[in-house]
């Protein structure tokens, strides 16, 4: 039988520890970096103007979205696996060490791919990526060991509040860098760009110790070692996945967060290369990251304010409805004023809808299974970012051979993605937590 909150007596950690909140939440400040400066900034930028360079705008489009796609199909596959491993293990902090720094090591070997080399900078970025998305299955995981029911909201709006600071921060010198490349002795801005991915190695690097330091991950009934850790592993994903399929409120929000979340995966790592495509100078489009990051910044911890005042489920319908809103209106856009209010639009619900969606997770599901499930959780996540990205390429190679022009078939790509937060929104409704509670 499943521990529940009441029941845990062999968490040696203590619940509501403010060094280990404060531990935890550092580990979004630091891995937030890359997602920033690497996914959703620098990487397309320069994947398609100095690694893609002279290719049609499209097909640098489809490559980048197959590249976020490989990435996303390895950690959806091996995701559950690892999770219910580390689960018997008592191993979270250690698979979470692994792929940190792996993501880490990756990101700075960016800097030694040459001009052109388009193929493999995709090759370090995928396995950077897995590093990245593998690492907080397992961070996520164990935001079930520092923070009750009560806390949880806040704990997971805190951490996604760091990042979007610390994140926006690091990027914030990394432009200007780029805009100033003479001020820090560089010859030209590309070699600022190229820079930029030691800063993040660094800054991931460093800003991860706090977690591995402060964090005591809960003790496990049957914890088990080498060989017997995997096996126990697999017969643990064998009884999880029946559990889940009979735990309807469960498999429903997880169906709906895959559908949801693919549509804000696919913004985040698509804005840049979509701006490119219709025609906006790379500077504004790095102005309009810098407002999301620090908007969100307050933003995150405002939605983990409201979600303890009207609950975590109608705050999430709110975000989603207000993606819905961008995703259409993201089409029409002419100038870059109106970019900037998508920018700030965006900024405000992006960190909430993650926040909320993670503790909302984490108070349906068995806490001594966490790492498993998070690991179900975090595979549908990255299924989100095999499919919206091929999507939304695939919508504007389709429109582009039909005869229109680049920037149509762009316009058209993008406002696909509303279809998957409708489907979500949709299934997020029948999401019964009260039956969820009783069945566990």
């Known amino acids: 039988m499943s521990f529940r909150y009441d029941q845990i007596t062999a968490i040696k950690m203590q619940i509501d520890n403010k060094k280990a909140i404060f531990g935890w939440s550092m580990y979004d400040w ?19 103007q100095y ?30 696996i690892l999770g219910a491993i580390a689960d018997k293990g008592t191993a979270k902090k250690k698979f979470l060490m692994f792929f940190a720094y792996m993501g880490v090591v990756m990101t700075v ?40 029911k009560k806390k949880m909201d806040f704990v997971s709006a805190l951490g996604f509040s760091l990042g979007y600071l610390g994140g926006g921060l690091l990027f914030a010198l990394n432009v200007w860098m780029t805009l100033r490349p003479e001020t820090f002795g560089f010859a030209d801005a590309g070699e600022a760009v190229k820079f930029s991915f030691l800063c993040v190695g660094a800054w991931w690097a460093f800003f991860s110790i706090p977690l591995f330091v402060f964090v005591r991950e ?22 999880t996945f029946h559990q889940i399929r009979r735990l309807k409120p469960i498999f429903i ?62 705050s999430i319908f709110i975000a989603i409805g207000v993606y819905l809103f961008v995703s259409i209106w993201a089409g029409f ?12 639009i965006i900024g405000l ?20 299974k966490s790492a498993e499930y998070f690991g179900f959780y975090n595979m549908l996540g990255k299924f989100a970012t095999v499919i919206g990205p091929v999507f939304m390429g695939l919508i504007g190679l389709m429109v582009r051979h039909m005869g229109f ?19 979500g929104g949709i299934l997020f409704y029948f999401v019964d937590e009260e039956r969820n509670n009783e069945e566990i």
């Open 30 to 48: 630091a891995n937030s970096a890359f997602a920033t400066t690497i996914m959703a900034g620098f990487f397309p930028i320069f994947f398609k």
């Open 51 to 80: 690694w893609s360079a002279g290719v049609d705008a499209t097909v640098s489009t489809a490559r980048l979205g197959m590249a976020n796609s490989i990435a996303g199909i390895f950690v959806a596959l091996f995701a559950p």
């Open 109 to 148: 070997s960016l800097y030694m791919v040459s001009k052109g080399n388009w193929t493999i900078a995709v090759v370090l970025y995928v396995f950077a990526t897995i590093g990245f998305s593998g690492g907080n299955i397992f961070y996520d995981s164990l935001l079930t060991g520092i923070a009750s």
């Open 218 to 239: 809960p003790a496990s009934r049957d914890a088990v070692s080498g060989v017997s850790m995997v096996k126990a592993g697999f017969v643990q994903l064998k009884e």
């Open 253 to 314: 929000f997880l169906m709906a967060y895959w559908l949801y979340m693919d549509g804000v995966d696919t913004i985040v790592r698509m804005a840049v290369d979509y701006g490119i495509s219709i025609g906006f100078e790379s500077n504004e489009l790095i102005v309009a990251l810098l407002i999301t990051q620090f908007v969100g910044f307050p933003s995150a911890l405002g939605f983990g304010y409201l979600g303890g005042k009207i609950g975590a489920r109608r």
């Open 333 to 344: 856009i002419q100038n870059k004023i109106e970019f900037y209010i998508l920018a700030i």
């Open 349 to 368: 619900v992006q960190g909430g809808i993650q926040a909320l969606s993670r503790s909302y997770y984490a108070k349906i599901i068995p806490v001594d």
């Open 405 to 423: 022009s680049s920037n149509i078939a762009s316009r058209a790509s993008i406002m696909s993605v509303s279809l998957f937060f409708i489907a």
